[in-house]
T-cell receptor, first 107, second 115 residues
Framework: DAKTTQPNSMESNEEEPVHLPCNHS???????IHWYRQLPSQGPEYVIH???SNVNNRMASLAIAEDRKSSTLILHRATLRDAAVYYC????????FGAGTRLTVKP | ETGVTQSPTHLIKTRGQQVTLRCSSQ?????VSWYQQALGQGPQFIFQ???????GRGNFPPRFSGLQFPNYSSELNVNALELDDSALYLC??????????????FGPGTRLLVL
């Protein structure tokens, strides 16, 4: 199974950009890169996903390395509501979650 | 559009008992996946149902079983409960099983405590 490696925790200041890294050196050609986040006492929430090209949506941007062995989730202006555990997942048809990165946002 | 709902929200059982958890998928979604999330860990895939058939399974014993109904709602059944089964159980629905890159939409979960 393809696996991902993320830092256990990161801190950010409010209204500053946040770059959350993910390594996935064993990614296969058909694996999509998904990012979900989980706020306290809630189920995971979809953030963004991509295959090869960088992606943007209203929540975030996803930058994918040319060799696809790493990716970065970019929150352009962190807010206190972005404090959550962020999961980087390689999916073909099922989702295999790791431990994720706990993001703390300081006022 | 109604999102994924789960019931009950909380449940307490004793070791050896059986439990049934329920999930209603998002409107228009025919696939339901179940996950177990132990405290401080990421969700672990249990199994997926597509059009009332099990479509794939993670590394969970047979005492974890499920059903999907014609309206695409689903149940997770766990027999012979063990203390380690205490966890948040998450249900996720998606519009098409097995489609590469398909997004899953999660419910709020059922928190099960086994004493």
């Amino acid at each position: 199974d393809a696996k991902t490696t993320q830092p256990n925790s990161m801190e950010s200041n409010e209204e500053e950009p946040v770059h959350l890294p993910c390594n996935h050196s064993t990614i296969s050609g058909t694996d999509y890169i998904h990012w979900y986040r989980q706020l306290p006492s809630q189920g995971p929430e979809y953030v963004i996903h991509g295959l090869t090209s960088n992606v943007n949506n209203r929540m975030a941007s996803l930058a994918i390395a040319e060799d696809r062995k790493s990716s970065t989730l970019i929150l352009h202006r962190a807010t206190l509501r972005d404090a959550a555990v962020y999961y980087c997942i390689l999916s073909h048809w099922d989702m295999r979650f790791g431990a994720g990165t706990r993001l703390t946002v300081k006022p | 559009e109604t999102g994924v709902t789960q019931s009950p929200t909380h449940l307490i059982k004793t070791r050896g008992q059986q439990v049934t958890l329920r999930c209603s998928s998002q409107s228009g979604h025919n696939t339901v996946s179940w996950y177990q999330q132990a405290l401080g860990q990421g969700p672990q895939f249990i199994f997926q149902y597509y059009r009332e058939e099990e479509n794939g399974r993670g590394n969970f014993p047979p005492r974890f079983s499920g059903l999907q109904f014609p309206n695409y709602s689903s149940e997770l059944n766990v027999n012979a409960l063990e203390l380690d089964d205490s966890a948040l159980y998450l249900c996720a629905s998606s519009p098409l099983a097995g489609a590469p890159g398909e997004t899953q939409y999660f419910g709020p979960g059922t928190r099960l405590l086994v004493l």
